[in-house]
Every structure is written in structure tokens, then in C-alpha cells.
């Protein structure tokens, strides 16, 4: 896989490029018109080469926020056994926005803190550790707690410090192709009669 090194804020990064996970999202979300503000886009045409920046990824990461609070119907349907993975796992950044979703999915399978934040490569540098979340979103799975987590592993956005297994890689992966396989199956179906029981939910008692 080929490396780009992009200077930002005084520091050099590096960037792997897209994968084909994040491509076909990406494209989605430009499709479903979440990339129609943004300044990158000459004739209307997406062009895969302006994420090849920080910033760039960072749009694609805001975007997938936004598109997980528009597509709550979602996460009904997303595999429970990766969605255990990753919770499993712990935080994905220590940004608040990405450690808060992560508590709520640990707080959905009655994951304790104390066990993930012991065990976690950051815990020196966090400010959230072994701190519980309280509130009606420990009810139901949200969406976009799902994408704020799952979403930073698709762009390899972790920190250095944080060593990623491949089967937490693989099932945030897979839970980012359901996503957009469930989003095609409800835009089919719209207005059509749901095949499917409408009164199934996953919550915490589905382990």
C-alpha cells in the first residue's frame, strides 16, 4: 500500500491511501449529496485525491456523523458479533467525541470500563478512563455512535500508540459495508411495504 506524507499544522503525517471500504462509502456519501458544501468538489465530480490530506479525511469522518444521525433505521440490522469486536476492543481516539460513542457501545453489551481502560495502550493520556456513561442511549444501539467508533478504524485515524488487531480492523470493516448495504436495501424498499419484522430492535440483551 502506498504511503502519501502530507505536512499539517507544522507536523508531517502519513496517510495510507483509501480503502476500498472507505472508497465505496465515500462515494456513497457524495451520492446521497453529504459532500454538496464542500469546496473540493470542481464540476460537481468527486476526486479521490483531495483526501489525501488530514482535512480531507476529517470531511469524510464529519460527514459519516452526520449520515449516522440521518440513518438511525440502520442499526437495527448491523451484526452483533462485530459490533462486540469493536466495543470489545475499547476507544478508537481519545477524542471525546469518539471515547463517548465507544462507552455507549460497551454500555449496550454491559461491558464494564474497568475492564476495556485497564487493558487500554492509551490509558496514560486519557482523561475518561474507567468513567461510565448514564442515559436513554444505553437503550438502543445508535448509528452514530456506531460510525463516530468505526469510522476513525476505516481511516486508520488511531494514534500511533494504538495497536489495532486485525479482526477489530476487519469488523469495523465489515460493519462499514453493512451500512451501506442496509442504506441501498431502505432506499429500494422506500414507500414499499417492509418484508422484514418492524418490531425487532437490538438492544442490550442481544449479545
Known amino acids: 500500500m502506498v504511503e502519501k506524507r502530507r505536512r499539517e499544522s507544522g507536523e508531517a503525517t502519513v496517510l495510507k491511501d483509501l480503502s476500498p471500504f472507505v472508497k465505496a462509502f465515500a462515494s456513497h456519501l457524495y451520492s446521497k449529496g453529504y459532500f454538496n458544501n464542500a469546496n473540493f468538489l470542481v464540476d460537481n465530480k468527486l476526486?479521490?485525491?483531495y483526501f489525501d490530506s488530514k482535512y480531507g479525511?476529517?470531511?469524510?469522518?464529519?460527514?459519516?456523523?452526520?449520515?449516522?444521525?440521518?440513518?438511525?433505521?440502520?442499526?437495527?440490522?448491523?451484526?452483533?458479533?462485530?459490533?462486540?469486536?469493536?466495543?470489545?476492543?475499547?476507544?478508537?481516539?481519545?477524542?471525546?467525541?469518539?471515547?463517548?460513542?465507544?462507552?455507549?457501545?460497551?454500555?449496550?453489551?454491559?461491558?464494564?470500563?474497568?475492564?476495556v481502560c485497564s487493558q487500554c495502550m492509551l490509558k496514560d493520556s486519557c482523561r475518561h478512563a474507567n468513567k461510565d456513561v448514564w442515559g436513554i442511549a444505553a437503550r438502543n444501539l445508535l448509528l452514530v455512535h456506531v460510525m463516530k467508533v468505526i469510522i476513525v478504524?476505516?481511516?486508520?485515524?488511531?494514534p500511533p500508540k494504538l495497536?489495532?488487531?486485525?479482526?477489530?480492523?476487519?469488523?469495523?470493516?465489515k460493519l462499514l459495508e453493512e451500512v451501506l448495504n442496509e442504506d441501498d436495501i431502505h432506499s429500494q424498499n422506500?414507500?414499499?411495504?417492509?418484508k422484514r419484522n418492524k418490531n425487532a430492535k437490538y438492544t442490550c440483551t442481544d449479545m
Open 163 to 173: 495497536t489495532v488487531p486485525d479482526e477489530v480492523r476487519d469488523s469495523a470493516n
Open 57 to 115: 479525511r476529517d470531511f469524510i469522518k464529519s460527514a459519516a456523523y452526520k449520515f449516522g444521525k440521518d440513518h438511525q433505521e440502520i442499526a437495527q440490522w448491523l451484526s452483533s458479533k462485530n459490533l462486540k469486536t469493536v466495543a470489545l476492543f475499547g476507544c478508537p481516539s481519545l477524542d471525546k467525541n469518539n471515547v463517548f460513542a465507544a462507552k455507549w457501545l460497551r454500555k449496550i453489551f454491559k461491558i464494564q470500563e474497568d475492564t
Open 153 to 158: 478504524y476505516n481511516l486508520d485515524q488511531v
Open 190 to 194: 422506500a414507500g414499499q411495504p417492509s
Open 47 to 49: 476526486d479521490f485525491s
